[in-house]
């Protein structure tokens, strides 16, 4: 059992009634086998990286599924029309954990920030004050833009998913080989938007790396 999932089960079962109480419960319970939350906020970075790798992967699938439904024999069509239907569900399954994995990253982070701004005002040392407080602006400014870029690749998933969306519900309606063969142009523009999509995932991760060598930099 991994020591997040250890914390995370720990956080289930003594959470309060309220979520900050348990967000509370959960952080302490992390402190205490070694992990700040500075910590957590790599964890969560990475975590939602590896959900958009993932998120990439089955998109592009699905557009092979997609090319395959086009190109079909008239007495394959059901079987294909269910492949490519269970290809949409995994990919709107991944959009949805990348979207999940990104709000824990914010979530974690405004936490980390806030605690640090707070702690701002214990130092006696002016020096060290200001030090703390010079890259703290760092951290921020570099968090800022990976979840500008974060938000963006997210964002970009929703067009996808409805141009998949309207594809196989119009073939769930329209399972002929006349409906196929209407939706053979329109495979270039769906490239074009899977690729588009796919490239917004790909600077999101790479930033995403970058912040974490950063981070893990500095500890």
Known sequence: MTTL?????????????????CASTYYGAMEQIGFEKRDLLVQRVTDAAVS????????????EAFRAVVN?????L???????????????????????RIKEVKGVARDLFREWNVELTEYSDAGLRRSSAQQLAA??????????????????MDPVLAV???????????????????????TADLETDVAGLIAEMERSIAEAD????EMRAGS
């Not at 079909?72 to 394959?76: A, H, T």
């Open 52 to 63: 958009q790798e993932n998120a990439k992967v089955e998109f592009a699938n699905a557009l």
């Open 139 to 156: 951290t921020e400014a570099r968090y800022d833009t990976l979840v500008a870029k974060m938000d963006k690749a997210a964002a970009s």
């Open 5 to 21: 999932f250890r914390a995370g089960l720990i956080c289930a079962l003594l959470a309060t009634s309220t979520l900050v109480g």
């Open 164 to 186: 998949f969306h309207d594809r196989v519900l119009y073939l769930k309606h329209n399972l002929n080989a006349r409906a196929i063969a209407s939706l053979g142009a329109e």
């Open 72 to 76: 079909v024999d008239g007495g394959e």
């Open 78 to 100: 059901e079987s294909t029309y269910d492949a490519l239907s269970d290809t949409y569900d995994r990919s709107e399954d991944k959009a949805d954990k990348v979207r999940a």
């Open 210 to 213: 970058a912040f974490i060598a």
